[in-house]
């Protein structure tokens, strides 16, 4: 192969080779400095944490392994700091700003950035940052705030460490205003300690190649970064992907318990040539919440899901987002206007991960890059009641760390050939992970009676999603302890499933548990229950109408929490799975008889094993179903007669095609049935009927209010095999067969 | 080796190679080497024994005969999990938790993969368990993070567990893992108890994880119990076959075992998953030994093969044990030498990036098969060793002391047409370019595990071994600013020496979660009673005179998660020594992250103690080689030469026979000296000298 003379390295390729590992090993160094310094366990063992390198501008050379969120934010943050302080106070050698105002950068003002700048013989020649989230920014505790002024202090630039010196005014007004100044205080020493550790290495760098050379190096890491994007997005065919994905919120105007706000994110993704545009216009205006997005946070979860599924083997610097555009209306949910508050900014976040995540798999099927497609990772059957972020006291006296993440150990989505992974991790922190029960029991007033993977916690399909886990805790050692509280939405939130898998699972209960009075006693004598559904059915406990106001629900000692967390969204049709694996998933508890039989149609006998006739009677009145319950297609011109020639495989059962001159067609490769023209929306020409909520999961929401969605499936007209299964809300409306594929057909 | 001797046999089971080293009464040693016999690896040890008693004139039978102790560091234990070849486990644990070792922490899908690997995102999943879930069953019980009882054991429900484990799916071994073991052992011993009514050993294995860690965090606890049960019935097959082989042939002696604690312990009390990691340990201890000999305060270890790097660090002739080690993916609790690896070796792959021309070096490597293009076994792609040969840094006629021929030529032409043109530069250029990069990747390896250390590169002695590090130390060490590398005559059995001179270690690794300040006299009796076990675990014949203890603690400030393990210079506290403890530690958190991170108005936690105690097994002093004779200090002569590439040009370059070097001899760069086992270059600029033991002291 030849390297185009435009591609050489203008500087030395060896030299360069070397540079850059050294600066990725130096990143990587700051980073667990970081992680062994921190006082929150999220950053320590969730991984919630980043080290970076800027150039003198701001624009990023190179982040490390970490919380992907941090790294897309603080280019703004240090641009901002040069138009705003450059003058005055002036920014010198061996200063260390803080910022966290997500106005700016981040996602709220739990991500703090300290930044530092770097100088060389007197001249700024590059910026440090090392970020992480420090749960405790004083303000309201989470869930009531309406504002930005409720969420705490919120710095724009403050320096910390000025000319070489710890500054303990700056430090002192900081922490104090936290309802815990060690901990707040602990994680700033901890950023402090990364930032020593980069910017000692970088100035390393610049001793051994000389400034010219590092300056050089990092203007190549950015242009190479670009050029890689470019090439990716050059090879996967023209076209648009829309997706749409649910979330709710509280309504704060509303007085005890209340109806949720229902939102929406919407996201066209149109590839043209090497370039990426994603639209979220149509997406919900922004709320009364705290459930706010604001532009800096929409743009780094943009990247974090351009980072997983698109760019992966990119190198993080901001070249790789150059081939894109993004499209934000001011005054939508994803890009609030000042002062709305944004404490729960994180959740929509992840909303606005999967819309685009989403699109991206569609996209990477078409080009075959079929070991980048997952289905969704984020996907809830339904969300509210109690959260996880606690205030309140411990055993021992001290403050509660305020957020357990059993989060970051969810589902992962569905691969063309393999299940998701189940508890696999959370897509803003590809190697994060979850703390030990033990571990957390040694800091958190809890006692788990149990953390499993949770049963049809993935959502089916041919392969079906990763479960995330349940688990069920005691409140054990803590007279005031709290929990944020949203009122309970019965709508599908994060979820996609891909190509007639399921969006989610619909296993798990969120709940409050009030204990039966003699709890105590059962336990003693090994009455222990190890589920929720266990725990109900024995009456060890009843859910509990959670109490509490502004957001916030006590959590009274003996009381139980039962929580769950996110799961993958399914691949294909479940009736396409392989009834012995289906069997198998029932053995190891990842999947309950009553789903085996309603979404897989698979029949079990008394010892688990497969009944083969059972089964193909079942699953051939599921498609039976199919036909009888659905809307009739709009009729489709039937595939001419002759040599069919395929452009583009869209969907593992679709293709766009053509015969001869005639217009390019969508077709069944299975069964061979046309869905219409290449032009038409192929939802239109397929069978399409509405899965109730409360059918698919058999029980009620735990507050009984009514479910606010569908399982929307759409069908072949031909084979009945599920080609979509959308989530539809109608009260939310919109476009009602979302037309979440129209690939180029000209371009093969 | 005189008459009448008596020996101690060191062996270390290699991937390729089963290595012996014999020690006699008067400090004299011999090495030998048998082929690795994966099948039933005691024939490649006898083997390997026979071969040593044949190059002394002894029969087998006479060589055993004369035979105190066979210390023996084993693969047997990690082979098994690489291959998967263990025993059929099931699992006991508490209900509600059966899915621990599945859920993995979730960090599971990543741990032990490449940062390379880690961010293809959508393709990384977890690995095939060790325990199928079916064969896991809960229990009702329950004890609390302070050790007390919430749920009472139900022994009806371990029975009902045993019932299916055993008598219906058939298991060979049951690992017992419950909910705050570390802190409270009862109910596993209870559950240990009735399996051990209702089966005898040999028919069913038990693995508590309570015995094997006195560590919060259930996963890798766990684990470390589902391991253990998975290895244990092979390697105490293993150990008890090799003890009947050996019986055979006259042997009366002993068999310790190698740990990867870097000590030995008695056979019968062995616990198999201890044994992991044995051969690097051994490594390890024989650099702490050399250095406490030669005396380097800080060492920093760099073994370089043919697909991976690894790096270990020697501080005050001791190392830190890893926090949870992995292996095959997953996470344990064990003490277990630190030692941290790349995929860097003879067999890495330098390629060009096609969309940015970068030339990018690992991590893929050409391993053993293809190997790299000069094996002519199918490799396509340069690789490291591939710019080593064209570079005239290894003899393609003397690879491995001529065991393999290389075809110097086809590796040319393949960097030429995979990397020199496309860059437009010419080949030899491009094959100093791929070993630069190398040699800085490893350096930024060892920096990263030096300053984890709290140490600096400049205090350090690098101690080279494995085949490929000699060639690139000198690149590294510069690289590093380290200003002293040395490089053992016998590092091609490096493992198996330090095994042969090891002595018994135990250790207790135990949590605790106590606010600073404690009371002085509850922690001296916490740390009498960790040293009381580990007293009662020690095998008094085996040892000469009192056992020694090393204790440490580990401190944090409080609310951190994680915490730094120091030291203690004294056997127990006292109030002005827990004062004392405090200054210590923020010293050691200065050196760490710099002054001002320490955070002392948090306040301190202490979170975990350590003691190890150390046996010394009898053993015979090592010799210095023959001592140089005054006034003639020997003057080596050059065994040929040959053209290499040293500063932009290939200079000629003398080539010395690395078994000819005598101490007291001294070589300035450029030259290369050669053993069967490994080169070392010395560019322009080094130096080295041979020591009293025949060490390479290189300069670089």
Not at chain 1, 420 to 447: A, C, K
Not at chain 2, 70 to 89: C, E, K, P, Q
């Amino acid at each position: 192969m030849t390297i185009p003379a435009a591609r050489r390295a203008t500087i030395d390729p060896i030299d360069f080779e070397i540079f850059a590992h050294r600066l990725w090993a130096i990143g990587e160094e700051g980073r667990i400095a970081l992680q062994r310094v921190t006082a929150s366990p999220i950053v320590a063992q969730g991984g919630e944490c980043m080290c970076s390198f800027y150039d003198a501008d701001g624009s990023m050379i190179l982040a490390c392994s970490g919380h992907l969120r941090f790294a897309a934010a603080t280019s703004d943050a240090i641009r901002r700091l040069i138009e705003w302080f450059e003058e005055d106070p002036g920014i010198g050698e061996g200063d260390e700003f803080l910022v966290n105002d997500p106005y700016i950068a981040g996602s709220h003002t739990y991500d703090i950035m300290q930044i530092a700048p770097v100088f060389v013989d007197g001249r700024r020649v590059a910026w440090v940052a090392s970020s992480s989230h420090t749960a405790d920014t004083g303000g309201l505790l989470r869930g009531a705030a309406t504002e930005i002024f409720h969420e705490g202090i919120r710095i724009q630039g403050l320096k910390i460490v000025e000319a070489g010196r710890f500054r303990n005014d700056v430090f002192r007004s900081i922490v104090e205003q936290c309802r815990d100044p060690h901990y707040v205080g602990m994680d700033i020493k901890s950023r402090t300690a990364a930032n020593n550790v980069a910017t000692r290495g970088y100035l390393g760098l610049v001793e051994r190649f000389g400034i010219a050379f590092v300056e050089a190096a990092g203007r190549k890491l950015i242009a190479d970064a670009e050029a890689m994007a470019r090439e990716r997005l050059a090879a996967i065919p023209d076209g648009t992907w829309r997706s749409r994905i649910y979330g709710s919120a509280r309504d704060p105007g509303a007085k005890g318990a209340s109806a949720p706000v229902l939102y929406e994110v919407l996201c066209t993704a149109t590839k043209r040539g090497d370039e990426l545009t994603l639209d979220f216009t149509g997406s919900s205006p922004q709320l009364a919440s705290d459930q706010n997005s604001t532009l800096p946070s929409t743009m780094a979860h943009v990247a974090i899901a351009l980072t997983n599924q698109l760019f992966w083997d990119v190198p993080w610097s901001d070249g790789r987002l150059a081939p894109v555009t993004v499209i934000v209306p001011e005054g939508t949910a994803l890009h609030c206007r000042f002062p709305a508050a944004c404490g729960r900014s994180p959740r929509i976040g992840q909303y606005v991960v999967e819309a685009v995540r989403d699109c991206l798999a569609k996209m990477l099927y078409a080009a075959g890059r079929r070991d980048e497609v997952n289905a969704s990772w984020g996907a809830f059957w339904y969300l509210g009641g109690p959260g996880f972020f606690y205030g309140g006291h411990g055993p021992q006296g001290l403050p509660v760390p305020q957020g357990l993440y059993d989060i970051h150990g969810g589902g992962l989505g569905a691969a063309p050939t393999r299940d998701g992974v189940p508890s696999g991790g959370q897509p803003n922190i590809p190697s994060g992970g979850i703390s030990d029960v033990e571990r957390i029991e040694l800091q958190y007033p809890f006692l788990y009676l149990s953390r499993n993977h949770l049963a049809d916690g993935g959502g089916a399909g041919r392969w079906n999603g990763g479960a995330g886990t349940a688990r069920l805790a005691l409140v054990r050692g803590s007279r005031d302890l709290t929990v944020d509280l949203v009122p309970y939405a019965g709508l599908p939130h994060g979820a996609a499933g891909l190509f007639g898998g399921y969006p989610s699972g619909i296993g798990g209960v969120r709940a409050l548990f009030e204990p039966a009075t003699d709890l105590a006693g059962r336990l003693a004598d090994g009455d222990v229950p190890a589920t929720a559904d266990e725990a109900l059915a024995s009456g060890a406990a009843s859910i509990a109408a959670a109490s509490g106001s502004a957001g916030r629900a006590p959590l009274p000692e003996g009381w139980l929490v039962s929580d769950f967390t996110q799961g993958g969204g399914g691949f294909g049709d479940p009736l396409d799975r392989e009834p012995e694996r289906v069997a198998e998933d029932v053995r190891r508890r990842r999947v309950t008889s009553r789903a085996a039989r309603l979404l897989y149609g698979v029949e079990l006998d008394g010892g688990g094993a497969v009944d083969t006739a059972a089964t193909q009677a079942a699953r051939t009145l599921i498609r039976e179903k199919r036909r009888t319950e659905s809307r009739p297609p709009a009729l489709a011109d039937p595939v001419p007669v002759g040599t069919w020639a395929p452009l583009v495989r869209f969907h593992p059962v679709l293709e766009v095609g053509r015969v001869g001159d005639a217009a390019p067609l969508v077709r069944c490769v299975r069964c061979g049935t046309s869905l219409g023209p290449a032009g038409d929306n192929y939802k239109a020409h397929a069978l399409r009927r509405d899965r109730a909520l409360e059918d698919l999961v058999g029980r009620p929401m735990p507050d009984g209010s009514p479910y606010l969605a569908v399982f929307r499936e759409y069908a072949c007209p031909g084979c009945a095999t599920l080609l979509a299964v959308d989530v539809w809300c109608e009260q939310l409306g919109g476009e009602d067969d979302l037309r979440d594929v129209a690939v180029d057909a000209g371009r093969p | 080796m005189a008459d009448g001797a008596r020996y101690t046999i060191g062996v270390d089971i290699g991937g390729t190679f089963t290595d012996v080293v014999l020690i006699a009464t008067d400090g004299a040693t011999h090495t030998s080497k048998a082929p690795t016999t994966p099948s039933d690896f005691s024939v490649g040890v006898v083997d390997a024994i026979r071969a040593a008693a044949g190059d002394l004139a002894l029969a087998p039978e006479a060589l055993l005969g004369r035979t105190d102790l066979v210390n023996h560091g084993s693969t047997v234990a990690t082979n098994a999990l690489i291959t998967r070849a263990g025993a059929r486990v099931g699992l006991i644990t508490t209900r509600g938790f059966e899915d621990t070792p599945f859920i993995m922490r979730a960090v599971g899908r990543v741990d032990g993969l490449p940062a390379e690997e880690v961010r293809r995102v959508t393709a990384v999943t977890k690995p095939e368990p060790l325990v199928p879930p079916e064969l896991v069953r809960g229990v009702r019980e329950r004890i609390d993070a302070f050790g007390e009882v919430v749920v009472p054991l139900v022994e009806r429900d371990v029975e009902a567990a045993l019932d299916a484990l055993v008598d219906d799916a058939g298991v060979d071994a049951v690992a017992i893992s419950l909910l705050h073991g570390w802190r409270n052992p009862a109910h596993e011993r209870r559950i240990r108890d009735i399996a051990a009514t209702r089966y005898p050993a040999e028919r069913l294995y038990l693995s508590l994880g309570s015995d094997l860690s006195q560590v919060a965090g259930e996963y890798a606890r766990t684990n470390t119990a589902v391991a253990n049960a998975f290895v244990g019935p092979a390697v105490r097959r293993y150990l008890d076959g090799l003890e009947h082989k050996l019986r055979a042939l006259g042997f009366a002696g002993r068999i310790l075992v190698m740990q990867g604690n870097g000590g030995l312990t008695g056979h019968a009390r062995a616990t198999p998953i201890s044994t992991l990691q044995s051969g690097p340990a051994g490594g390890m201890l024989a650099s702490a030994q050399m250095a406490g000999r030669l005396g380097h305060r800080g060492v920093v270890t760099a073994d370089m093969g043919g697909t991976s790097f690894d790096v270990g660090v020697i501080d005050d002739g001791y190392w830190r044990y890893a926090d949870e080690p992995i292996f095959e993916r997953f996470r344990i609790l064990q003490p277990i030498t630190d030692i941290t690896s790349i995929g860097a070796g003879g067999g890495t792959i330098a390629r060009i990036d096609e969309s940015t021309g970068r030339l990018l070096v690992g991590p893929e490597s050409a391993g053993a098969v293809p190997g790299p293009v000069c094996y002519g076994t199918g490799g396509t792609e340069p690789t490291v060793t591939d710019a080593d040969v064209v570079l005239g840094y290894i003899d393609p006629d003397f690879f491995l002391g001529g065991r393999r021929r290389l075809d110097g030529a086809r590796a040319g032409a393949a960097i030429d047409e995979r990397i020199a043109r496309p860059l437009g530069i010419p080949a030899v250029e491009a094959a100093a370019g791929i070993k630069r990069i190398i040699d800085s990747k490893m350096s930024d390896l060892i920096r990263r595990e030096i300053v984890r250390s709290g140490l600096h590169p400049e205090d350090l002695v690098l101690h080279a071994f494995g085949g490929a590090s000699p060639v690139h130390a000198v690149g590294y060490a510069r690289d590093l600013g380290v200003r002293e590398i040395v490089v053992f005559p016998s590092s091609a059995v490096f493992s198996a020496f330090g095994i042969a001179t090891a002595d018994i270690v135990h250790t207790r690794l135990a949590t605790r979660a106590l606010a600073l300040p404690v009371d002085p006299a509850l922690l001296n009796a916490d740390l009498a009673a960790l040293e009381a076990d580990l007293l009662d675990e020690l095998d008094r014949s085996l040892v000469a005179g009192e056992p020694a203890f090393r204790r440490y603690v580990t401190l944090r400030f409080r609310r951190q998660t994680t915490g730094e393990e120091i030291a203690l210079p004294w056997d127990r506290f006292s109030a002005n020594r827990m004062v004392e403890l405090e200054s210590l530690f923020v010293a050691h958190y200065d050196r760490l992250y710099g002054a001002g991170v320490a955070y002392r108005e948090a306040g301190l936690d202490l979170a975990g103690l350590r003691v190890d105690l150390v046996g010394a097994v009898p053993k015979p002093g090592l010799r210095a080689v023959d001592a140089v004779r005054a006034g003639t200090p020997p003057v080596p002569e050059p065994k040929g030469e040959r053209d290499a590439w040293f500063d932009g040009n290939f200079r000629r370059t003398p080539v010395h026979d690395f078994d000819r070097l005598l101490p007291g001899a001294a070589l300035v760069g450029p030259t290369i000296v050669e053993s069967r086992f490994t080169t070392v270059v010395l560019p322009p600029g080094s130096s080295l000298s041979v020591d009293p033991y025949g060490n390479l002291v290189i300069r670089p």
